[in-house]
Structures are given as C-alpha cells and as structure tokens.
C-alpha cells in the first residue's frame, strides 16, 4: 500500500489558512498535521485547540494534532472536544505514558507516540501493544523548514521491520525534512506517514506540489508491488 501524505500547517499561512488546507485536500494529501508548541517542551509557540476547531469546520480529512508540550495530559481533551482525530505525546514528555494513550483512545481517537531523533526504539518496548501509530521525529522538534537527518531513516526501517514482527497494525509516520526530493526514499524505508510542511505550504503551488509528491508515493508503491 502506499504511503500517505500529512502535510503540516505549521509552514502556512495562517490568513488564507483554510483555503490552503483544501488546496493541499485537492491536491490528495490524506491528512492535516497540526503542530503543537507550548514553549517549553521545544523552544517555539504555535497552535491551540482553537484551530484546531477552526480546521474541522472546513477540512473533512483527518486531524493528526502532533504535541511538543511539557505536560501533554492537561491539555488532552482540548484538542479532543475540538475534532483532532488523531494526536501523539512525545515519550520524553509524557510522565504517565500509559495512562495519556489510553485516555486519547477511551475519547474515540488514534493514539500515537513520538520519539525524537536521539531516543532510542527500546522506549517503545512498554508501550507499543498499546498505540495505534508511532511518530519518528527526523529532525529536532521546534521548527519547520529543517534538514532531514538521515540516521533517522535507519531508525525507520528497524523499527518498520520490529512492527511486522510484533505489532503489524501498528502505523508507522516520520516527520521533519521531507521534501519533493527525498520523499520517495523516506517511504522506501516502510513509513506509512509522511509529514512534509515546508516543501508544500512554501512551494508557491500548494496543490501541485502535494499532488507531485501523492504520484512519487503512488509510483514507487506500484514498484514495489511488481519487483
Ligand atoms: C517540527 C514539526 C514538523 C514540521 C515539519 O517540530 O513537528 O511537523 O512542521 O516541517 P518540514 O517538513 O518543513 O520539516
Ligand atoms: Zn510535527
């Protein structure tokens, strides 16, 4: 199956935010990635539930709320009573890890837990049964238009290879650095996911760009069907 694409508003426009949102619909993007920053955790302040909100009244896709806050359990349900369908904690975060993911499943949405680029694959070992999708952080959180590190890739086909064995309904998104350029040999490492922010909502054709790199995802999962 091939991969999907979350484009990540933190690289738009907030003015015409809306309009940009379902230009990168248009263009075939299968979610909408919302990155949450309190400050603290990384070192910039974004989006609020608020948005959050606002997205859901014009966007049908899902709602995939990534947040980089210190203390993830206070904020929770704000962004679960405003529609996100989909939100993720970072493990180097969230005090009662257990406890967060299954909150966010008792509410009706996915769970998902991040790592960072330097937090090892073994801090999914006590929690993996317990998520619906793990998010691979390949740059370091706190701001968009960064360089994609490439240990991370290795990362992704170690864990890709972990999930077949021992948690195959488990998804598997990376996010940070993907670009027209790189995006089909991220997905080549088995990522289901794909966040790209800069390369779409700075490309000047939002819906071009995200339909240009839907095809790559599309082209290269027919290849691998066929070799
Ligand atoms: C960074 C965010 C990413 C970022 C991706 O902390 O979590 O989602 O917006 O943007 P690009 O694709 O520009 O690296
Ligand atoms: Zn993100």
Known sequence: MAA????????????PLGADVQETEAGGAAMIHIDVMDGHFVPNITIGAGVTAA?????KLPLDCHLMIADPDRHLDHFLDAGADMVSVHVEAATHLHRTVNR??????KAGVVLNPATP???L?????EVDFVLLMSVNPGFGGQKLIPSVLQK????RRKLDHEAPEVRLEIDGGVTVDNVADVAACGIDMIVTGSAVFG??????????????LAELAERERTC
Do not use: H, K, Y
């Open 4 to 15: 999907v694409l979350a484009p990540s508003i933190l690289a738009a426009n907030f003015a």
């Open 55 to 59: 997205l859901r009244e014009v966007t």
């Open 104 to 109: 966010i499943r008792e509410r009706g949405a």
């Open 121 to 123: 694959l073994s801090a």
């Open 125 to 129: 070992d006590a929690i993996l049964q």
């Open 156 to 159: 992704a086909r170690t864990l």
């Open 203 to 216: 490309s000047g054709d939002i819906r071009g760009t995200t339909e240009r790199m839907v095809r790559q």
